[in-house]
């Protein structure tokens, strides 16, 4: 089946410093990714839509300047979470779409994001 | 998406079977209830959907009542692997940008 690959899997970085997460579709094409963050005991909540060769589109209370999304092909989005802060901890779980309906979607196996 | 509530955590013994049920008063006309697992430290995996009546895969069964304003996600025998939260999301399929919103989830302890 299709296969969201999430990397890296866990990160560990200093406040103030800017981490990358990548998320690539590897055997199909993902016009559209979304990002989702999922606080500990919590549900994942739905970041950003990531559209291959435009602005990524982004969920009220979402800092765009923070998380900075780019979709520059229809295999690779990525997420740069920019100036990190200890409250920006968190798993990072991306997704594809890859059909139709509930069950067409693909999701990335998490990043978890420590700042120290 | 319509609104859906499910209790917060069930626990099971292995061997079981587990009914999750998920309530969605407001479902639309051309929703779909559809339901994802998710282990820890992982990315949710889709169980099983449905429309109405009872859909059964090789995973799980799923039972609709004629209403449709809940419906029940039903594990056979349930093992200590699937320990996991269950997520009921209602909603139709509007396209490409379609997003998915997750409630709150049912987080399943299994046991020996």
């Known amino acids: 089946g299709a296969v969201v690959s999430q990397h890296p899997s866990r990160v560990i970085c200093k406040s103030g410093t800017s981490v990358k997460i990548e998320c690539r579709s590897l055997?199909?094409?993902?016009?559209?990714m979304f990002w989702y963050r999922q606080f500990p005991k919590q549900s994942l909540m739905l970041m950003a839509t990531?559209?291959?060769?435009?602005?990524?589109?982004?969920e009220q209370g979402v800092e765009k300047d923070k998380f900075l999304i780019n979709h520059a092909s229809l295999t690779l989005s990525t997420l740069t979470v920019t100036s990190a802060h200890p409250e920006d901890s968190s798993f990072y779980i991306c997704?594809?779409?890859?059909?139709?309906?509930?069950?067409?979607?693909?999701f990335g196996s998490g990043t978890r994001l420590t700042v120290v | 998406l319509a609104k859906t509530t499910q209790p917060i955590s069930m626990d099971s013994y292995e061997g079981q079977e587990v009914n999750i049920t998920c309530s969605h008063n407001?479902?639309?006309?051309?929703?779909?209830i559809t339901w994802y697992q998710q282990f820890p430290s992982q990315g949710p995996r889709f169980i099983i959907q449905?429309?109405?009546t009872k859909v059964t895969n090789e995973v799980a069964s799923l039972f609709i009542p004629a209403d449709r304003k809940s419906s029940t996600l039903s594990l056979p025998r349930v093992s200590l692997s699937d320990t996991a939260v269950y997520y009921c999301?209602?909603?139709?399929?509007?396209?490409?940008?379609?997003?998915?919103?997750f409630g709150t989830g049912t987080r399943l302890q299994v046991t020996l």
């Open positions: 990531s559209n291959e060769g435009s602005k990524a589109t982004y």
């Open positions: 999301l209602v909603g139709v399929d509007t396209g490409t940008a379609s997003k998915l919103t």
């Open positions: 997704s594809a779409r890859v059909g139709t309906g509930g069950s067409g979607y693909t």
């Open positions: 407001n479902i639309a006309t051309n929703d779909y």
């Open positions: 449905g429309y109405k």
């Open positions: 055997d199909f094409q993902a016009t559209t």
